[in-house]
């Protein structure tokens, strides 16, 4: 019994949480951020048309966002648990499927659908799960977070790119795929809290399978309904198509610009990755920036995206030596990495924790579309100016777009009426970052 006492504490632990959380995006999560390192490598294997090629670079990427509804419906009809499970299987027969494919067209099911989307219900389920168990230092607690993201995007670049070189693409795809399924170890880990449980019995309550599936359909299109009526948030989900552009195409199109300057591919990944120590240093001082109320949040977000924006003017400055170009990797990690320790605290602040998981779907989604897009309109934009320098004003002028809507979506913002604000105790499990020992045996 004693041992069983004390898993049910650690279950609740608040360093536990954020460590189950923490691997889940290093180990499924920042797989996207290959996307580039993939995409030269589907280049120079299927020799396929490069716009066909950019187009599933560009779906691969966007799922990771692009499927945060579908993420926010199975959390809403299950728990965060069966949502990172789901994704660790989910990646692993995408990636690990690619092994047996020669045609391109394939890809497109297997490499950008099935794991774009196993990328996705990690990546929302992870970062939801937090507002189920913290109420206060959001921002902190997902500044700490989301680093497993940042570590990912510097591994996982020259990881996937020794790969490619050491036994092939596909070969590289089989290993990934088993690197994605260990997330599910990670997802088992994540006990169902109280509110999560109680929501769950009620959507199954006695009903015929098709019922209930009705019934949780209509509750989420009334969940968004809410969402949408908020105008603080609608500009906020513009925030997110805009990052999302601008942040794609600077990723997708980095390692073929750099080594059209004559850098090696090896550097090129290197310099990707090293935004990943960029994101690390900037997801936690960004979080614990946040909590400081002179500043706020939603005012942060906009000013560093305008950052940005100069920052890819200037992309000229930085591609003459390998320093230079790892130094702008490790800007470009600095200033998008923030956004995405603050993506869920302010999506917490505007519509509370009821509203939290459909909100967060909703936003993850408006990113995807700006995913999805982006680089596609970045390629036009190449075709226009004949030069790589045209994607990145375009992507400075995203950033810029970004950092508009951000201003006014603080502008228009209310305090919501939270769950947390109106329950009885016990209704929704919460654990602050120093929970007592009465406080966590209450929780039981």
């Known amino acids: 019994m004693a041992g069983k006492d004390f898993d049910q504490k650690l279950d609740r632990h608040p360093c536990f949480i954020l460590s189950v959380s923490f691997m889940t995006l ?6 996207c951020y290959a996307s580039g390192v993939f995409h030269v490598a589907l280049l120079e294997t299927y020799h396929a048309d490069v716009d066909v090629t950019v187009w599933l670079g560009s779906l691969f990427l966007s799922m990771s966002s692009l499927a945060g509804p579908v993420a926010s419906f199975v959390i ?21 499927a690619n092994i047996f494919i020669y045609d391109i ?19 929302t389920s992870a970062l939801v799960v937090l507002g189920y168990h913290f109420k206060h230092n959001m921002s902190m607690v997902c500044g700490i977070v989301v ?3 940042a570590i990912g995007v510097f591994v996982h670049p020259p990881l996937c790119q020794f790969l490619i070189d050491t036994y092939g693409l596909r070969q590289a795809f089989l290993i990934v795929g088993a690197i994605a399924f260990n997330s599910c170890v990670y997802g088992m880990l994540m006990k169902p809290t109280r509110f999560e449980r109680e929501r769950r019995a009620k959507i199954f309550s006695g009903r015929p399978n098709c019922l209930t599936l009705l019934m949780a359909l209509c509750g989420d299109c009334s969940g968004y309904a809410k969402v949408f009526r908020n105008k603080s948030f609608v500009f906020f989900l513009l925030c997110g198509c805009s990052f999302g552009m601008g942040t794609s195409v600077m990723y997708l199109y980095l390692p073929d610009f750099l080594s059209k300057q004559g850098i ?53 400055l930085f591609t003459s030596t390998s320093v230079t170009v790892c130094v702008y990797g490790f800007f470009v990690g600095l200033y998008t990495g923030s956004s995405w320790a603050l993506f869920n605290p302010i999506t917490f602040e505007i519509l509370g924790v009821e509203l939290m998981a459909t909100g967060f779907g909703a936003l993850m989604g ?15 934009v190449f075709k ?19 950092t508009f809507c951000g201003f006014l979506s603080t502008t228009l913002r209310k305090s919501p009426r939270t769950l947390h604000d109106n329950a009885n105790p016990g209704d929704v499990e919460v654990i602050p970052l120093q929970a007592s020992k009465s406080k966590d045996e209450s929780m039981l």
């Open 264 to 316: 090696s591919l090896q550097v090129a990944s290197f310099s990707v990755s090293t935004s990943g120590i960029g994101g690390i240093v900037s997801r936690v001082l960004t979080g614990f920036a946040a909590q400081d109320p002179g500043i706020g949040s939603g005012l942060m977000f906009a000013s560093l995206n305008g950052l940005m924006g100069v920052l890819s003017f200037l992309i000229p």
């Open 366 to 380: 408006s990113c995807g579309i700006g995913f999805l897009i982006g680089p596609p309109l970045g390629g036009y």
């Open 26 to 31: 290093f180990l499924n999560s920042s797989l």
């Open 105 to 123: 067209k394939w890809l497109f099911v297997t490499y950008a659908l099935l794991a774009g989307l196993g990328t996705s219900l990690s990546h």
């Open 384 to 402: 226009i100016f004949r030069a790589y320098y045209g994607v990145y004003i375009f992507a400075g002028v995203m950033f810029l777009t970004c």
């Open 147 to 149: 680093c497993g993201m």
């Open 76 to 96: 809403n009809m299950t728990d965060c648990r069966t949502c990172v499970v789901l994704s660790g299987i989910l990646g692993l027969v995408g990636f690990s």
